[in-house]
């Protein structure tokens, strides 16, 4: 099995015009910057902002489908942080909720931390988003982290963030399955065996629901209770870690400290030594 | 009267010159006599002024102690030598010294003035003003003319040395293609930190700053960056030569540029540079993605140089925090904390050595906050030159929201400078108006708010952590009971250790530093069976090895010490230690008791 990284680092869906925008591959040219003297510049297609079209569609692809591409959308971002006038709250919006349930890996925060302070808005017909739904977000993010799961969907569902449903998770296929993959992995690795009405709760659905789901998964269900098949983190065992160090290795050290005590005769002289020094220690 | 004075001069010219011609002279010598009267004085002016001028500057150049200019003319000449012998000892000594000595809290001489000394020599004195302003920005407070200025000069260099016809000559030593890298980056640091002040411009500087063309954009240093990477083909390089090419295969592979120290470093360092820029900016994953290529170990070339080693690690290790990779984050602290360790009784006379210590303190932070979220016994060392330091903040951080302070605290103190990838609107005065009249946030504070949210999410750990400790198997109920809180509540911060205690950390043979699988991070386990949870720990066993290595080395000096001294008399200990003996049984204990506090050491070393 490859490192759960790899694909993180480069999902297999990825297409190569993509990775050239992702990794920066890119020709370089020669040209001007804005009133600076010209400077040689590999015009990375990385920082083009004309190469924002291709990101925003893969982005849509994404929300259309179960696909996830954290280093693409960061790009994104990237873009907007240098060009202001690209930026779009709805892609931002639906980053978000990409990098929401992406665990183990960090990705929201990493999103979050590439939101520039923007300018306030010119526009005051139509306000920005962003800052009343990014707060939104950071709150369910937190609960995801704290593992409280039902108090997850009851902010969620609450009244308070219809605007963020209606308008933003509604887009996202699949948005509440990708939640339940987090409590999956959750309960994965903490759970040997786990009640189906506490899991039910975790995934807010009826207990048969949660059955279904789970069965999907390939668990057992016995007597209302849900069997986690064993995995390396379910599985305890009390180990002594111990060391292991290769012989030579050691052997060429002690040879390098003690280059006068010849090796093979007088070992006996070194175990004296040795005593002595542990006595003198 | 008039009609007889020119009689009189014609009559004197007519001796042998042709009489109409004097007389056309004569009238344009009167015209232009006036005329000349003006010029002259204008003229005069002019001179007089030059020569005030150049009185002045004569003066300047005169006050430039004699040392100073003797001191730049070897300089000029080690650089027109390629002699990076000679170019090092001035670099490192030389101007250091001479600073300390008459310009602690002035300026260099401006290079206009010392120009006469280098024959004009444009390139030298591109090098030249790189260290006067490099002076200005470390010791005095740099004005907008020396911000502005600063940052010509520096394009200067990289234009001369990119856009030349083919690659340049020049030489220069290793650390200085470090330090101009690294000066560019702080330059562009420590200008987007003042642009971002608004509120505290003159009226000058908001006309400048609101002109348009923007000194130090970010497109631009990044530019500068990936052109120096480009160009030299270090990446290709890198990649040649870990699969093991020989030197003509190499050479092939990175072209000209790429071939010559000069490139070569200055790529190399400029990945670091990257690696720097994306940090400040808020781009963790890009900043680790950008050294795809560049290994971190002891034999790789950022080692060369010991502040761009240093500086590295830090870097790194804090992109690793930021990613929530505590383990990496405190494996790179540590090796380099080592390092330093091991290297101070020699850096201690370096100019740098003040500068690495301030890192060196700052990863000492890090550290504490890395081991605070997952803690781990990597290195006894360091921990406890990190309780040393930071006692009160580590004993704080590890009782849950009492010691978010300490967190903070030690964030704050040890983060690096961040910057906005964007100026305030001074090219728009009522939006800068409307600017200046919101609170802002900055980009520092912000990076804070996000870190702390998850170090919140972790609170209930260490105390959780420490109930299942002292259990093999307890019931939820009971342990809901003992921690007083709701069992569905405790069970879901069950779940957090367990998340707490698995990261995702390098294992050692991935390339990328991205790369990684997740890893246990801590000696306990613990699994949940419905209602009843159940725990195990994981011990380490004794370690020989760094026992043995200790021992032998003392054994070696207890050898060499019984070697060298003189022989003893055979018969005195003899007589000596039975009489001890009787007289004072307890004496002849210590020995068995030094014995057993030897080896119970290694109990607990282990």
């Given at each position: 099995?490859?490192?759960?990284?790899?694909s993180?680092?480069?999902?297999?869906?990825?297409?190569?015009?993509?990775?050239?925008?992702?990794?920066?591959?890119?020709?370089?040219?020669?040209?001007?910057?804005?009133?600076?003297?010209?400077?040689?510049?590999?015009?990375?297609?990385r920082?083009n902002?004309?190469?924002?079209?291709?990101?925003?569609?893969?982005?849509?692809?994404?929300?259309?489908?179960?696909?996830?591409?954290?280093?693409?959308n960061?790009a994104?971002?990237?873009?907007?942080q240098?060009?202001?006038?690209?930026?779009n709250?709805?892609v931002?919006?639906?980053?978000?909720?990409?990098a929401?349930?992406s665990?183990?890996?960090?990705?929201?925060?990493?999103?979050?931390?590439l939101l520039?302070?923007?300018?306030?808005?010119?526009?005051?017909?139509?306000?920005d988003p962003?800052?009343?739904?990014?707060?939104?977000l950071q709150?369910?993010y937190?609960?995801l982290?704290?593992?409280r799961?039902?108090?997850f969907?009851?902010?969620?569902l609450?009244?308070?963030y219809?605007?963020?449903?209606?308008?933003?998770t509604?887009?996202?296929?699949?948005f509440?399955d990708?939640?339940?993959?987090?409590?999956v992995?959750?309960?994965?690795?903490?759970?040997t065996?786990?009640?189906?009405?506490?899991?039910?709760?975790?995934?807010?659905l009826?207990?048969?629901?949660?059955e279904?789901?789970?069965?999907?998964?390939?668990w057992?269900?016995?007597?209302?209770?849900?069997?986690v098949?064993?995995?390396?983190?379910?599985?305890?065992q009390?180990?002594v870690v111990?060391?292991?160090?290769?012989?030579?290795r050691?052997?060429?050290?002690?040879?390098?400290?003690?280059?006068?005590?010849?090796a093979?005769?007088?070992?006996?002289?070194?175990?004296?030594?040795?005593t002595?020094?542990?006595?003198?220690? | 009267?008039?009609g007889?004075r020119?009689?009189?001069?014609?009559?004197?010219?007519?001796?042998?010159?042709?009489?109409?011609?004097?007389?056309l002279?004569?009238?344009i010598?009167?015209f232009g006599?006036?005329?000349?009267?003006?010029?002259?004085k204008?003229?005069?002016?002019?001179?007089?002024?030059?020569?005030?001028?150049?009185?002045?500057a004569?003066?300047?150049?005169?006050?430039?102690?004699?040392?100073?200019?003797?001191?730049?003319?070897?300089?000029?000449?080690?650089v027109?030598?390629?002699?990076?012998?000679?170019?090092?000892v001035?670099?490192e000594s030389g101007?250091?010294?001479l600073?300390?000595?008459?310009y602690?809290?002035?300026?260099?001489?401006?290079?206009?003035?010392?120009?006469?000394?280098?024959?004009?020599?444009?390139?030298?004195?591109?090098?030249?003003?790189?260290l006067?302003?490099r002076?200005v920005?470390?010791r005095?407070?740099?004005?907008?003319d020396?911000?502005?200025?600063?940052?010509e000069?520096?394009?200067?260099?990289?234009?001369?040395?990119?856009?030349?016809?083919?690659?340049?000559?020049?030489?220069?030593?290793e650390?200085?293609?470090?330090?101009?890298v690294d000066?560019f980056?702080?330059?562009?640091?420590?200008?987007?930190?003042?642009?971002?002040?608004?509120?505290?411009?003159?009226?000058?500087?908001?006309t400048?700053?609101?002109?348009?063309?923007?000194?130090?954009?970010?497109?631009?240093?990044?530019?500068?960056?990936?052109?120096?990477?480009?160009?030299?083909?270090?990446?290709?390089y890198?990649?040649?030569v870990q699969?093991?090419k020989?030197?003509?295969e190499i050479?092939?592979?990175?072209?000209?540029?790429g071939?010559?120290p000069?490139?070569?470093m200055?790529?190399?360092?400029?990945i670091?540079?990257?690696?720097r820029?994306?940090t400040?900016?808020?781009?963790?994953t890009?900043?680790?993605?950008?050294?795809?290529?560049?290994?971190?170990?002891q034999?790789?070339?950022?080692?060369?140089?010991?502040?761009c080693?240093?500086?590295?690690?830090?870097?790194?290790g804090f992109?690793?925090?930021?990613?929530?990779?505590?383990?990496d984050?405190t494996?790179?602290?540590?090796?380099?904390?080592?390092?330093i360790?091991?290297?101070?009784?020699?850096?201690?006379?370096?100019?740098?050595?003040?500068?690495?210590?301030?890192?060196?303190d700052?990863?000492?932070?890090?550290?504490?906050?890395?081991?605070?979220?997952s803690?781990?016994?990597?290195?006894?060392?360091?921990?406890?030159?990190?309780k040393?330091?930071?006692?009160?903040?580590?004993?704080?951080?590890?009782?849950?929201?009492?010691g978010?302070?300490?967190?903070?605290?030690?964030f704050?103190?040890a983060c690096?400078k961040?910057?906005?990838?964007?100026?305030?609107?001074?090219?728009?005065?009522?939006?800068?108006?409307?600017?200046?009249?919101?609170?802002?946030?900055?980009?520092?504070?912000?990076?804070?708010?996000?870190?702390?949210?998850?170090?919140?999410?972790?609170?209930s750990?260490?105390?959780?952590?420490?109930f299942?400790?002292?259990?093999?198997?307890?019931?939820?109920?009971?342990?809901?009971g003992?921690?007083?809180?709701?069992?569905?509540?405790?069970?879901?911060?069950?779940?957090?250790?367990?998340?707490?205690?698995?990261s995702?950390?390098?294992?050692?043979?991935?390339?990328?530093?991205?790369?990684?699988?997740?890893v246990?991070?801590?000696?306990?386990?613990?699994?949940?069976?419905?209602?009843?949870?159940h725990?195990?720990?994981?011990?380490?066993?004794?370690?020989?090895?760094?026992?043995f290595?200790?021992?032998?080395?003392?054994?070696q000096?207890?050898y060499d010490?019984?070697?060298?001294?003189?022989?003893p008399?055979?018969?005195?200990p003899?007589?000596?230690?039975?009489?001890?003996?009787?007289?004072q049984?307890?004496?002849?204990?210590p020995?068995?008791?030094?014995?057993?506090?030897a080896?119970?050491?290694?109990k607990t070393?282990?």
């Amino acid at each position: 099995m490859p490192g759960p990284t790899s694909s993180w680092v480069c999902p297999p869906e990825r297409t190569q015009i993509i990775e050239n925008l992702v990794s920066g591959v890119g020709e370089s040219k020669q040209t001007h910057l804005k009133g600076i003297r010209v400077v040689y510049c590999g015009s990375l297609d990385r920082y083009n902002p004309s190469n924002i079209g291709i990101l925003e569609d893969y982005l849509y692809q994404q929300t259309r489908s179960e696909e996830y591409d954290c280093l693409a959308n960061l790009a994104i971002l990237k873009l907007y942080q240098f060009n202001p006038t690209l930026y779009n709250s709805d892609v931002v919006i639906h980053i978000l909720i990409k990098a929401l349930t992406s665990a183990p890996f960090p990705d929201f925060y990493l999103c979050v931390s590439l939101l520039d302070e923007r300018p306030s808005s010119a526009n005051a017909d139509e306000p920005d988003p962003l800052p009343s739904i990014l707060p939104q977000l950071q709150q369910l993010y937190a609960l995801l982290q704290q593992c409280r799961f039902p108090a997850f969907w009851t902010l969620y569902l609450s009244e308070e963030y219809r605007v963020l449903r209606e308008e933003y998770t509604v887009e996202s296929v699949s948005f509440e399955d990708s939640v339940r993959k987090v409590v999956v992995r959750a309960v994965k690795a903490a759970f040997t065996k786990i009640g189906v009405k506490r899991l039910s709760s975790y995934f807010n659905l009826e207990e048969t629901a949660s059955e279904a789901f789970v069965s999907k998964l390939g668990w057992s269900i016995e007597d209302g209770v849900v069997i986690v098949p064993p995995n390396p983190d379910n599985q305890i065992q009390s180990t002594v870690v111990q060391e292991t160090i290769a012989l030579p290795r050691t052997f060429t050290s002690l040879l390098r400290i003690l280059p006068h005590i010849p090796a093979d005769g007088r070992v006996i002289e070194l175990v004296k030594v040795i005593t002595h020094a542990a006595r003198t220690a | 009267m008039d009609g007889q004075r020119v009689a009189y001069w014609a009559a004197e010219a007519e001796v042998d010159e042709d009489l109409e011609d004097v007389d056309l002279n004569l009238a344009i010598g009167n015209f232009g006599q006036t005329d000349q009267y003006e010029d002259a004085k204008s003229h005069i002016d002019e001179t007089t002024l030059l020569a005030v001028q150049q009185q002045m500057a004569q003066q300047a150049f005169a006050q430039i102690p004699d040392v100073v200019k003797r001191f730049i003319v070897h300089f000029y000449q080690a650089v027109q030598e390629n002699n990076l012998a000679e170019i090092s000892v001035s670099y490192e000594s030389g101007w250091n010294r001479l600073t300390e000595k008459y310009y602690a809290k002035t300026e260099w001489p401006e290079a206009e003035l010392i120009a006469p000394l280098v024959n004009d020599d444009p390139i030298f004195l591109i090098l030249y003003r790189e260290l006067y302003y490099r002076h200005v920005y470390s010791r005095l407070q740099p004005n907008l003319d020396d911000r502005f200025h600063s940052y010509e000069n520096s394009c200067e260099l990289f234009n001369y040395l990119l856009n030349s016809d083919g690659p340049v000559t020049l030489e220069l030593p290793e650390q200085w293609l470090w330090d101009i890298v690294d000066e560019f980056i702080y330059q562009y640091q420590s200008f987007s930190v003042w642009r971002s002040k608004a509120g505290s411009k003159t009226e000058e500087e908001l006309t400048s700053l609101g002109d348009g063309g923007q000194p130090w954009s970010s497109y631009s240093v990044l530019n500068v960056l990936y052109s120096l990477i480009q160009k030299s083909r270090v990446h290709e390089y890198i990649n040649a030569v870990q699969e093991g090419k020989t030197q003509e295969e190499i050479g092939e592979v990175v072209g000209e540029f790429g071939s010559l120290p000069l490139y070569r470093m200055l790529g190399y360092f400029s990945i670091l540079g990257l690696l720097r820029v994306h940090t400040m900016l808020g781009d963790f994953t890009l900043a680790l993605k950008s050294m795809e290529n560049v290994e971190l170990n002891q034999k790789s070339s950022l080692t060369r140089v010991t502040a761009c080693h240093v500086s590295t690690y830090y870097y790194v290790g804090f992109s690793y925090m930021m990613l929530r990779r505590y383990t990496d984050a405190t494996r790179t602290f540590v090796t380099i904390l080592n390092l330093i360790l091991r290297m101070r009784q020699y850096h201690t006379r370096s100019y740098q050595y003040d500068q690495i210590n301030k890192t060196a303190d700052r990863m000492y932070a890090l550290f504490a906050i890395c081991n605070a979220l997952s803690p781990s016994r990597l290195d006894d060392n360091i921990l406890n030159i990190v309780k040393e330091r930071f006692g009160e903040q580590v004993t704080k951080m590890s009782r849950g929201e009492e010691g978010i302070p300490a967190f903070e605290e030690l964030f704050t103190y040890a983060c690096p400078k961040f910057v906005a990838a964007n100026p305030p609107p001074y090219e728009d005065a009522d939006a800068l108006a409307a600017y200046l009249e919101d609170t802002h946030i900055d980009p520092a504070q912000r990076h804070l708010k996000n870190f702390i949210a998850d170090v919140r999410a972790r609170l209930s750990v260490p105390t959780l952590r420490s109930f299942l400790k002292l259990y093999t198997s307890l019931g939820t109920k009971k342990l809901a009971g003992f921690l007083d809180t709701d069992e569905e509540e405790m069970v879901q911060q069950l779940m957090v250790l367990k998340q707490a205690s698995r990261s995702i950390g390098r294992m050692g043979s991935e390339k990328g530093l991205l790369d990684g699988s997740t890893v246990s991070n801590n000696d306990l386990n613990f699994v949940i069976d419905e209602n009843m949870v159940h725990i195990t720990e994981s011990t380490v066993g004794r370690r020989y090895a760094g026992w043995f290595i200790r021992n032998t080395e003392h054994a070696q000096r207890v050898y060499d010490g019984l070697k060298n001294s003189p022989l003893p008399l055979p018969i005195k200990p003899a007589n000596t230690q039975p009489q001890q003996q009787p007289g004072q049984p307890q004496q002849s204990q210590p020995p068995a008791q030094v014995k057993t506090v030897a080896w119970g050491g290694v109990k607990t070393l282990g």
